[in-house]
């Protein structure tokens, strides 16, 4: 039984930073892509940003040059450093994790509201 927890979502004003986090454990032997998703109200989920095992990072065009993903594997964690937040940024961040054994998980999401 592999499980996700996240944790730092919240309200911020537009500008504002915040800090995501997503700690896995369980039985996992490696994980091999981290990465994390949100979904917007209305909107079908889509991906912020993702990173491999040998910390290559994808990120979706809206979250270039302000989002920064980073992981921590010797704690089974990935983080996601979110700057000059939008209103637009608003939504229910996801983190997932794909790894061995056969490793395909989802945290539970966590809220970010990006309001004045």
Same mark, same amino acid.
């Given at each position: 039984?592999?499980?996700?927890?996240?944790?730092?979502?919240?309200?911020?004003?537009?500008?504002?930073? $915040?800090?995501?986090?997503?700690?896995?454990?369980?039985?996992?032997?490696?994980? /091999?892509?981290?990465?994390?998703?949100?979904?917007?109200?209305?909107?079908?989920?889509?991906?912020?940003?993702?990173?491999?095992?040998?910390?290559?990072?994808?990120?979706?065009?809206?979250?270039?040059?302000? *989002?920064?993903?980073?992981?921590?594997?010797?704690?089974?964690?990935? *983080?996601?450093?979110? /700057?000059? $937040?939008?209103?637009?940024?608003?939504?229910?961040?996801?983190?997932?994790?794909?790894?061995?054994?056969?490793?395909?998980?989802?945290?539970?999401?966590?809220?970010?509201?990006?309001?004045?």
């Amino acid at each position: 039984q592999v499980r996700l927890v996240e944790s730092g979502g919240g309200l911020v004003q537009p500008g504002g930073s $915040l800090r995501l986090s997503c700690a896995a454990s369980g039985s996992i032997l490696s994980i /091999n892509v981290m990465g994390w998703y949100r979904q917007a109200p209305g909107k079908q989920p889509e991906l912020v940003a993702t990173i491999t095992s040998s910390n290559s990072t994808n990120y979706a065009d809206s979250v270039k040059g302000r *989002f920064t993903i980073s992981r921590d594997n010797a704690k089974k964690m990935v *983080f996601l450093q979110m /700057n000059s $937040l939008k209103p637009e940024d608003t939504g229910v961040y996801y983190c997932h994790v794909e790894g061995e054994p056969e490793l395909d998980a989802w945290g539970q999401g966590t809220l970010v509201t990006v309001s004045s």
